[in-house]
């Protein structure tokens, strides 16, 4: 294992990061409503290989506005971003908003069953994936710097080496998981993105300070794989402020294609995870 790389562009957080997924796929009409998903992503089989040490390579880049972005979600064949007072669905292949509300300023998202999880500093609510309209709300679950759906839990992440796995429908905690790898034991875990491997629940994390995310599983905490992400953070031109991945998410039925951003990013990044 190579030792954690700080990235000379990015800072530690003040606040809490935000967790949500991307996906690209054929051109969507305007009139056309993203579809929920209800499940984690299934890993693509560049990611079931038997190595676990990755490296990102740029396949595609899509110009943004600059927003401070922590964080995307997979509704159907459209990004749906976070921007901390804003949510809007997004093409991922134009970047054109097709629809957008404004919501109080928050930390983290995640697509459940219930709806779209959105974690504020005030409550947390419940968004209609489609519409974006306010479902319900319910009581804070506490700072977010990641959040993401396994197919049974919530699952968090709040700046340390851990996981809290929470109900999907009252945010309780049920399970705080802790990182089982010595070499990660001081990582602050910030984006996150759930998938399942092999028929085992697993989350991809973004290592908050540095160039890399790491792959947990959720039965033992174990590391399953890392991934250096370089190829991404050198591409991105210093602003003097903080520039860190605020999205993972895997393209569905590809060898191993991810979406990632970040916050104050000039660009949307496709990448292709391969092995070293």
Same mark, same amino acid.
């Given at each position: 294992?190579?030792?954690? =790389?700080?990235?000379?562009?990015?800072?530690?957080?003040?606040?809490?990061?935000? #967790?949500?997924? !991307?996906?690209?796929?054929?051109?969507?009409?305007?009139?056309?409503?993203?579809?929920? #998903?209800?499940? !984690?992503?299934? !890993?693509?089989? /560049?990611?079931?290989?038997?190595? =676990?040490?990755?490296?990102?390579?740029?396949?595609?880049?899509?110009?943004?506005?600059?927003?401070?972005? =922590?964080?995307? %979600?997979?509704?159907?064949?459209?990004?749906? @971003?976070? &921007?901390?007072?804003?949510?809007?669905?997004?093409?991922? &292949?134009?970047?054109?908003?097709? $629809?957008?509300? +404004?919501?109080?300023?928050?930390?983290?998202?995640?697509?459940? +069953?219930?709806?779209?999880?959105?974690?504020?500093? %005030?409550?947390?609510?419940?968004?209609?994936?489609?519409?974006?309209?306010?479902?319900?709300?319910?009581?804070?679950?506490?700072?977010?710097?990641?959040?993401?759906?396994?197919?049974?839990?919530?699952?968090?992440?709040? *700046?340390?080496?851990?996981?809290?796995?929470?109900?999907?429908?009252? /945010?309780?905690?049920?399970? %705080?998981?802790?990182? *089982? !790898?010595? @070499?990660?034991? &001081?990582?602050?875990?910030? %984006?996150?993105?759930?998938?399942?491997?092999?028929?085992?629940?697993? $989350?991809? #994390?973004?290592? &908050?300070?540095?160039?890399?995310?790491?792959?947990?599983?959720?039965?033992? *905490? #174990?590391?399953?794989?890392?991934?250096?992400?370089? /190829?991404?953070? $050198?591409?991105?031109?210093?602003?003097?402020?903080?520039?860190?991945?605020?999205?993972? /998410?895997?393209? +569905?039925?590809?060898?191993?294609?991810?979406?990632?951003?970040?916050?104050?990013?000039?660009?949307?990044?496709?990448? *292709?995870?391969?092995? =070293?």
């Amino acid at each position: 294992m190579k030792p954690l =790389r700080v990235n000379r562009f990015l800072c530690p957080l003040s606040a809490a990061l935000l #967790a949500l997924t !991307a996906c690209s796929a054929p051109h969507r009409d305007a009139h056309d409503s993203p579809a929920p #998903a209800t499940t !984690a992503s299934p !890993a693509p089989a /560049a990611l079931r290989a038997p190595s =676990r040490h990755f490296r990102a390579q740029v396949l595609a880049r899509v110009p943004t506005d600059r927003a401070d972005a =922590r964080g995307l %979600e997979l509704v159907g064949d459209l990004l749906v @971003e976070n &921007t901390g007072p804003m949510i809007r669905v997004i093409a991922p &292949t134009t970047g054109e908003v097709r $629809v957008e509300r +404004p919501v109080q300023p928050g930390s983290a998202t995640a697509l459940t +069953p219930a709806g779209l999880w959105h974690t504020g500093t %005030e409550a947390a609510v419940v968004l209609d994936p489609r519409s974006l309209a306010e479902r319900r709300r319910t009581a804070i679950i506490g700072e977010s710097w990641g959040l993401c759906y396994d197919g049974t839990h919530l699952v968090q992440s709040d *700046g340390a080496a851990r996981l809290l796995l929470r109900d999907r429908d009252t /945010a309780a905690l049920v399970r %705080e998981l802790r990182l *089982g !790898a010595r @070499e990660w034991s &001081t990582a602050r875990l910030g %984006e996150l993105h759930c998938v399942t491997v092999d028929s085992h629940p697993q $989350v991809w #994390a973004a290592v &908050t300070g540095t160039d890399w995310m790491i792959r947990v599983d959720l039965a033992s *905490g #174990a590391v399953t794989a890392d991934a250096d992400l370089t /190829a991404v953070t $050198v591409a991105e031109l210093p602003t003097g402020r903080d520039q860190v991945i605020g999205g993972i /998410a895997a393209v +569905p039925d590809t060898a191993g294609e991810l979406w990632l951003t970040g916050r104050h990013y000039q660009h949307r990044y496709r990448v *292709g995870l391969r092995p =070293r």
